[in-house]
């Protein structure tokens, strides 16, 4: 039996491409329909444990889906926002508590979230260097964004909007890293962090310029009186806070009016979440208040269901796939009339054919078990890693 | 016999030093940040000794526009309550990452009775920008019935976090509104012995005063320190052609030549503090039935005045003794 | 029953054919079916003799027949006294691969091997001969007599015509067989080559004294044989 292994693995090293080839074609068979149940089974954990750790979500109405999309795993498209004085609503009731949550600029490919240190707490962040943000103009970032620009506290980073676009509102805002936050294995780790009224004034909400009572171009003001000064359109607002034009920095209008994109609300107790969430299930209000989990569990049930439509689709292919290579086989040994042939004439025996085509079987389907295992060893050890890079970005 | 004493009092003292160190164990103080000296003063009454109060602001600076520096806004970050007093008071909030779940703003239960305070010039980008207004008047614990509620905030707040604590902090409370509602009739009558005659503010800081006691106030921006010119001058004539007044209110005793110049106008000057930070000497209650006397001696009248009682606030920890009281004479002034 | 040989130095076999009758079947291009009846062959041991005849006599047929991977309608065949026409099929796979060896026109090398390997070929094929040092040890002797020594790793697609039939013979001739058949063994080479090859085939039949049994076209090597077969006069035509 040793010189048909010796023969048959002279024969697969000969057509190396094709055994190749077949080897692949095995492997995709056998790994693919494991390794993507592997990958659901950790995105579902994943999904599942951060929307868990977020009760109850409030935003504006529209695809609750995308709201938790982009407020709990930070991506997706920005939805319409809800004002401040929607939060400021929930947080009257002393059912609850909200943390706000403004996303729609970004920095280097990485949102920046704008909202309060409560986040930090909630989300037990800690930080890995420097310290949290304390006043305005300042950011914390995330591990793997830190590690991916390279930046670390000291250093600084420029906002820039969502939408290219949007000339009339958002200005590169430059802000001073601070801190930068241990490793979470959460979306967490690949945003940027600012307080919220530092994301307002990336948004042009608020901006800081000249005192427009003491200046005396004529160019820059419109109009002026005792007690109103109208500026025009050539005041050019500052890029960056600094220690000087700090509190130069203000905003226009009513805070409560101010955009969120949402608002993280943990109820006192699950009566207290139960009440909230029956204020808002007429829809008379402006806003939605969901529980993520909920509609996560949605998204994995609709997920799960085309699982079974892909495992019956992976099914097929795999069966076509083995029906393939049972034929490249049957053409191979006809290829191979010959040889068997002349080891006839020669004088092998009947049994020596069979063993010779075994010996191919067991080494092509055993390299396959190899190959399979190891992808699913690599997959098991980087399955977290490569959801978390599939799902999280 | 000796023998056995001996060991009764090692017994007794081992009793009494766990008892000691159990109950310091168990009482775990809720650490209390205020913006100003008023808020602090209710929370350290109100709180009692489960909390720990801290008002930071250096003696000597007004809180209102007071600005941190990273580490006293990290150690309000690490608070366990953060008390605003609301109005826009302490600027700095609107700069500083304060943790939202902390904070706790004194007077929101009557934001809607907020008054416009000093004048100053807003501005707005193009014709149709929203614009920014003058300053809202934010020294509300001057009405002491917006002291009550502010006072009643901070009962909430503390109580909230310490739920146990509900009912002791209930009776403080309870015994600094009665406090506040002895003063408030106090103030009534005093300032009802005016008048009707308008008085006059060195600054605009009066208008919960003067609306609370309906006070017909007109307010200059004058500083104590600082020779209001010549056009400060013409326009209190201007005033005083039109309206007879007889009453200056100043937060600090004013130059010598601002009161002579005054009293040549026939307008005598009443320093009222405003106690926004902590006082040289004494405390709130005593600086406001301080401002009491003050009024009362100054229209010749001795009004006996209920006692407060002999409850004295405890010190703060970081109490200085500075007080923002100003050089030259006070017309009016305790004996 | 056991075929093993003995060892190196005995005689080569003789071969007997008696009354041999054989039919190809017609097969679906509707050619007439093929037949053959050779009454009476005999060769001795050791003796070296040429076939020759016109192609498509049955020259192949008949070494088919004498090595067993045929099987006579009626006759008989005997090699090295025994009857192989009447043994099984296995019985006669490892007759032959113990006591014969071949060499095919079309030398049937297995392309994915290498010289040393095709030359070892037979050893792993069959349990009935065992692969050795001893074995190992020859082929690599005898690659170095065929002058392929150098060229044992090379794959036997990357030869020249010549080297591709010294490397046929030396797996014939790996296992010492009595008789060594060869159909039409120099059939493609060119004069000089051919001597060259029958130089080496004769010699190592020399030292085994084993039986050849030659089919050829090439009639310019029938003086070296000890006998020259017409098929023609074999079947009687």
Redesign the interface.
């Known amino acids: 039996m040793i010189d048909s292994f010796y023969l048959a693995m002279r024969y697969l090293l000969f057509y190396r491409v094709r055994s190749l080839t077949v080897v692949a074609c095995l492997v995709l068979v056998a790994a693919l329909p494991i390794g993507l149940d592997r990958i659901l089974e950790e995105s579902e954990r994943q999904l599942t444990a951060r929307a868990a750790t977020t009760p109850l979500l409030v935003g504006s109405k529209g695809s609750s889906l995308d709201l938790v999309l982009n407020a709990v795993y930070f991506g997706g498209q920005t939805p319409d926002p809800i004002s401040l004085a929607e939060i400021e609503r929930i947080e009257e009731t002393d059912l609850a508590y909200a943390i706000p949550i403004h996303s729609g600029s970004f920095s280097g490919g990485a949102p920046i979230i704008g909202t309060t240190i409560d986040y930090f707490e909630y989300r037990e962040l800690s930080l890995a260097e420097g310290r949290s943000f304390a006043i305005l103009g300042e950011s914390v970032l995330g591990a793997g964004v830190a590690s991916r620009l390279g930046l670390r506290p000291g250093d600084s980073l420029v906002s820039s909007p969502e939408s290219v676009f949007d000339l009339a509102g958002a200005y590169p805002l430059k802000t001073s890293v601070v801190g930068v936050l241990e490793p979470s294995g959460t979306p967490d780790d690949l945003a940027v962090f600012v307080d919220l009224k530092t994301a307002w004034i990336m948004q042009g909400i608020g901006h800081g310029h000249q005192d427009l009572t003491r200046v005396q171009d004529p160019t820059l003001v419109i109009e002026r009186d005792l007690n109103r000064v109208v500026a025009s359109a050539k005041v050019v607002e500052y890029q960056e806070i600094t220690e000087s034009n700090r509190d130069s920095f203000h905003f226009h209008g009513d805070q409560s009016s101010y955009p969120l994109s949402a608002a993280l609300v943990v109820p006192k107790d699950e009566r207290a979440a139960t009440l909230l969430l029956g204020r808002f299930v007429d829809g008379s209000l402006d806003a939605q208040l969901i529980r993520p989990r909920a509609v996560i569990g949605e998204l994995m049930e609709t997920i799960f269901r085309i699982k079974d439509i892909l495992d019956l689709a992976v099914a097929i292919v795999g069966t076509a796939a083995m029906l393939a290579l049972v034929l490249v086989f049957s053409l191979s040994f006809r290829l191979r009339e010959q040889e068997l042939r002349s080891n006839f004439e020669i004088g092998a025996s009947r049994r020596t054919t069979v063993r010779l085509l075994a010996a191919e079987l067991v080494l092509l389907t055993g390299a396959s078990a190899v190959c399979v295992m190891g992808v699913l060893f690599g997959l098991e050890r980087f399955c977290s890693a490569i959801v978390r890079g599939l799902f999280v970005t | 016999m000796q023998l056995v004493s001996q060991r009764i009092r090692r017994l007794g003292l081992v009793v009494l030093l766990c008892t000691v160190l159990s109950s310091a164990a168990s009482v775990a103080q809720t650490v209390v940040y205020t913006v100003n000296y008023p808020l602090a003063y209710f929370a350290e009454r109100i709180g009692g000794e489960t909390v720990s109060v801290r008002f930071p602001a250096p003696a000597h600076v007004d809180p209102a526009f007071w600005m941190p520096d990273l580490e006293i806004i990290a150690a309000y970050q690490a608070a366990d309550v953060i008390l605003l007093n609301g109005a826009g008071y302490a600027r700095w909030v609107g700069q500083a990452s304060l943790p939202r779940r902390k904070l706790v703003d004194t007077s929101r239960s009557f934001r809607d009775a907020y008054l416009p305070g000093e004048e100053i010039a807003g501005h707005q980008h193009g014709p149709a920008g929203a614009h920014t207004h003058g300053l809202i008047a934010f020294t509300t614990w001057l009405d002491p019935q917006q002291a009550i509620a502010q006072a009643r905030s901070i009962e909430v707040a503390l109580a909230m976090h310490n739920a146990a604590d509900a009912p002791a902090l209930a009776r403080r409370a309870d015994a600094l509104v009665a406090d506040l509602e002895q003063l408030d009739r106090d103030l009534a009558t005093a300032f009802a012995e005016f008048g009707e005659e308008p008085l006059l503010a060195s600054h605009p800081i009066y208008a919960y005063l003067a609306r609370r006691y309906g006070l017909d106030l007109r307010s200059f921006s004058w500083e104590p320190d600082l020779e209001p010119g010549e056009a400060g001058w013409q326009a209190l004539d201007v005033l005083l052609a039109e309206t007879p007044v007889s009453w200056m209110l100043w937060e600090a005793t004013p130059l010598d030549s601002i009161g002579k110049k005054l009293a040549a106008r026939g307008v005598g000057v009443l320093v009222y503090k405003i106690v926004g930070n902590r006082p040289a000497s004494g405390e709130f209650l005593s600086v406001m039935r301080a401002n009491v006397e003050m009024l009362v001696h100054a229209v010749g009248r001795a009004t006996p005045l209920s006692r407060i009682g002999s409850r004295t606030a405890p010190s703060f920890s970081d109490s200085k003794s500075e007080g923002v009281s100003r050089a030259g004479r006070e017309i009016a002034a305790l004996p | 029953m056991n075929f093993d040989k003995g060892s190196g130095g005995d005689a080569g076999a003789g071969i007997r054919v008696n009354g041999l009758r054989f039919d190809y079947a017609s097969d679906t291009s509707g050619a007439a079916p093929f037949s053959l009846h050779i009454p009476r062959l005999e060769i001795k041991p050791g003796e070296r003799i040429a076939i020759i005849g016109p192609s498509g006599c049955g020259k192949t047929t008949l070494l088919?027949l004498l090595?067993g991977?045929l099987v006579p309608r009626s006759g008989r065949v005997v090699v090295s006294e025994t009857e192989i026409s009447g043994l099984e099929?296995?019985e006669r796979?490892?007759?032959?691969?113990?006591r014969?060896g071949?060499v095919?026109q079309?030398l049937?090398l297995?392309?994915?091997?290498d010289v040393l390997?095709n030359i070892l070929?037979?050893?792993?094929?069959?349990?009935?001969l065992r692969?050795d040092a001893a074995v190992r040890s020859r082929a690599h002797s005898l690659a170095s007599d065929l002058g392929l020594a150098d060229k044992l790793r090379r794959?036997v697609g990357a030869l020249s015509q010549g080297e591709r039939q010294r490397v046929a013979i030396g797996r014939a001739l790996l296992s010492r067989p009595e008789i060594l058949l060869t159909d039409e063994a120099t059939g493609n080479l060119d004069p000089l080559n051919k001597e060259r090859i029958l130089d080496l085939i004769f010699a190592q039949l020399e030292e085994g004294r084993s039986t050849l049994v030659a089919v050829t076209h090439d009639h310019e090597l029938l003086p070296r044989f000890d006998r020259v077969v017409d098929f023609r006069e074999l079947v009687g035509l």
């Open positions: 088919g090595t991977v099929d296995a796979r490892r007759f032959r691969i113990t014969m071949l095919f079309s049937a297995v392309e994915y091997l390997d070929h037979c050893y792993r094929i069959t349990n009935a692969l794959p």
